[in-house]
T-cell receptor, first 112, second 113 residues
Framework: NAGVTQTPKFQVLKTGQSMTLQCAQD?????MYWYRQDPGMGLRLIYY???????DKGEVPNGYNVSRLNKREFSLRLESAAPSQTSVYFC???????????FGSGTRLTVV | DQQVKQNSPSLSVQEGRISILNCDYT??????FLWYKKYPAEGPTFLIS?????DKNEDGRFTVFLNKSAKHLSLHIVPSQPGDSAVYFC????????????FGPGTSLSVIP
């Protein structure tokens, strides 16, 4: 039972490079989320997808784009990475709205 | 301005004693509250939740108390075990709003054997 799988686990980018963080869940959850965690700030919502085919901005969407490829997969893209995007990124899913989430193990991204 | 506050960045407790983690919120629209636990290099895992229509919810060694008038909730762990050592995040949400789950900054709990 894999739950939520994120790839890659670690990544170092140069300023201006682009990359896509992948997330897949095998629990048949409708809702999926991307959060970033920064020291002293908790987890902040970047984008979410309430159901397949829909995406919406969260608290900190600038510099990011998302794709809900199908019910299982929700990717996060950085088009032109900036040092301010150095963070740990978590994907999460839930069965029915903003209740208990299942999180992936995270992607630690460093932008130099 | 943080809507969900956890004013203690860290807490140390002796094994077998009670751990009390506190959380304060400012938005009176929040109607659902959750606690997550996070070990290093892992994602947070859901621990326990409480709806605003209740003032207490219990699950084994974990109890969450909600004081709506004070906009305060707390997580009690009794008895504390070394395996409880982790970062605990308080989260608050408006049940009908997917983008209204707000996490606190976390409290790092160390349970000393």
């Amino acid at each position: 039972n894999a739950g939520v799988t994120q790839t890659p686990k670690f990544q170092v980018l140069k300023t201006g490079q682009s990359m896509t963080l992948q997330c897949a869940q095998d629990m048949n959850h409708n809702s999926m989320y991307w959060y970033r965690q920064d020291p002293g700030m908790g987890l902040r919502l970047i984008y979410y997808s309430a159901s397949e085919g829909t995406t919406d901005k969260g608290e900190v969407p600038n510099g990011y784009n998302v794709s809900r490829l199908n019910k299982r997969e929700f990717s996060l893209r950085l088009e032109s990475a900036a040092p301010s995007q150095t963070s740990v990124y978590f994907c999460a899913s839930s069965t029915d709205g903003p209740y208990g989430y299942t999180f992936g193990s995270g992607t630690r991204l460093t932008v130099v | 301005d943080q809507q969900v506050k956890q004013n203690s960045p860290s807490l140390s407790v002796q094994e077998g004693r009670i751990s009390i983690l506190n959380c304060d919120y400012t938005n009176s629209m929040f109607d659902y509250f959750l606690w997550y636990k996070k070990y290093p290099a892992e994602g947070p895992t859901f621990l326990i939740s409480i709806s605003s229509i209740k003032d207490k919810n219990e699950d084994g060694r974990f109890t969450v108390f909600l004081n709506k008038s004070a906009k305060h909730l707390s997580l009690h762990i009794v008895p504390s075990q070394p395996g409880d050592s982790a970062v605990y995040f308080c989260a608050a949400s408006v049940k009908t709003s997917y983008d209204k789950v707000i996490f606190g900054p976390g409290t790092s709990l160390s349970v000393i054997p």
